[in-house]
């Protein structure tokens, strides 16, 4: 069974850094797709960040210059590192990945960007 467990979620003040974590069940090399969602109150859900198994990568517009996606092959881990973080990057986010052709999520972590 595919499991996503995020982590990193919490309170900043505008202008703080946070780093999420995503650690996945199974081995990423199997993983096509790995990426970070986030949804806030009242909105749609949207494409945060993505990585590709071959390395590409792909930034929402509201996120470019400031988030860095990566990951650890050893550890079978996404991490999204945030800086300059913004009250309108406040949301949960969400672990994503495609595997085998289907779609996984994590369950969420909270960021909420206030001072």
């Known amino acids: 069974q595919v499991q996503l467990v995020e982590s990193g979620g919490g309170l900043v003040q505008p202008g703080g850094s946070l780093r999420l974590s995503c650690a996945a069940s199974?081995?990423?090399?199997?993983?096509?797709?790995m990426g970070w969602y986030r949804q806030a109150p009242g909105k749609q859900r949207e494409l945060v960040a993505s990585?590709?198994?071959?390395?590409?990568?792909k930034y929402g517009d509201s996120v470019k210059g400031r988030f860095t996606i990566s990951r650890d092959v050893a550890k079978d881990t996404v991490y999204l590192q945030m800086n300059s973080l913004k009250p309108e990057d406040t949301a949960l986010y969400y672990c994503h990945i495609v595997y085998k052709g289907s779609v996984y999520w994590g369950l969420g972590t909270q960021v909420t960007v206030s001072s």
């Open positions: 990585l590709g198994n071959v390395g590409n990568k």
């Open positions: 199974i081995n990423i090399f199997g993983i096509s797709v």
